[in-house]
């Protein structure tokens, strides 16, 4: 009787002892988390860069073109006042 009773209380105290190893193991898991979180976060950052940069170069694309607009505008108008002169040369002419 005395042997299982010490046999016992050896058992109890490996218990104890993978009790003590299961809370490392939560302190570890505990880290990954924390890694993992950083990891998101770093994700989540780059994809809101990558997004900031996608959305500044569609600006510079509205820019580019409205550019392209504005001189092809000038060009027009320029002709325009070219064709106006021209026909004004051709009435003075006839005149």
């Given at each position: ?6 046999y ?7 218990d ?80």
């Open positions: 009787m005395m042997m299982m009773m010490m016992d209380d050896d058992d109890d105290d490996s104890d002892y993978d009790d003590d190893d299961d809370d490392d193991d939560d302190s570890d898991d505990d880290d990954d988390l924390m890694m993992m979180m950083m990891m998101m976060m770093m994700m989540m950052m780059i994809r809101m860069m990558m997004m900031m940069l996608i959305r500044i170069m569609m600006m510079m694309m509205m820019m580019m073109m409205m550019m392209m607009m504005m001189i092809m505008m000038m060009m027009m108008v320029i002709r325009m006042m070219m064709i106006m002169m021209m026909m004004m040369m051709m009435m003075m002419m006839m005149i």
